[in-house]
């Protein structure tokens, strides 16, 4: 059998997270939370609600249904500006 969705979502914001670059409390600053309750999430000890996964959808610029359909749709459907390497390239450029 699979993933169940709650494990599925935990895989795909970690990766969102690596492509990003961002770290715990950046994420949660964007959902209000301490790093705390997102590293509780991320464990499986707390389950993400479903404000967490809007607000996380449209943190970054992806569907919603993107986001639950797995890492590899979410970081497919990210765009190109939200990737650390892009982000690294832009500053390079601005220096």
Same mark, same amino acid.
């Given at each position: 059998?699979?993933?169940? =969705?709650?494990?599925?979502?935990?895989? *795909?914001? @970690?990766?969102?997270?690596?492509?990003?670059?961002?770290?715990?409390?950046?994420?949660? $600053?964007?959902? $209000?939370?301490?790093?705390?309750?997102?590293?509780?999430?991320?464990?499986?000890?707390?389950?993400?609600? !479903?404000?967490?996964?809007?607000? =996380? @959808?449209?943190?970054? $610029?992806?569907?919603?249904?993107? =986001? !639950? @359909?797995?890492?590899?749709?979410?970081?497919?459907?990210?765009? *190109?500006?939200?990737?650390?390497?892009?982000?690294?390239? @832009?500053?390079?450029?601005?220096?």
């Amino acid at each position: 059998m699979g993933l169940g =969705l709650e494990e599925l979502l935990r895989l *795909t914001v @970690a990766a969102l997270m690596q492509v990003t670059g961002e770290s715990q409390r950046s994420v949660a $600053g964007v959902l $209000g939370l301490t790093q705390t309750q997102v590293s509780r999430r991320q464990a499986g000890v707390v389950s993400w609600s !479903l404000r967490d996964v809007d607000v =996380l @959808a449209e943190h970054y $610029g992806i569907g919603v249904l993107d =986001l !639950l @359909a797995g890492p590899t749709r979410a970081c497919e459907a990210l765009p *190109t500006d939200r990737r650390r390497s892009a982000r690294t390239e @832009a500053k390079g450029a601005s220096r």
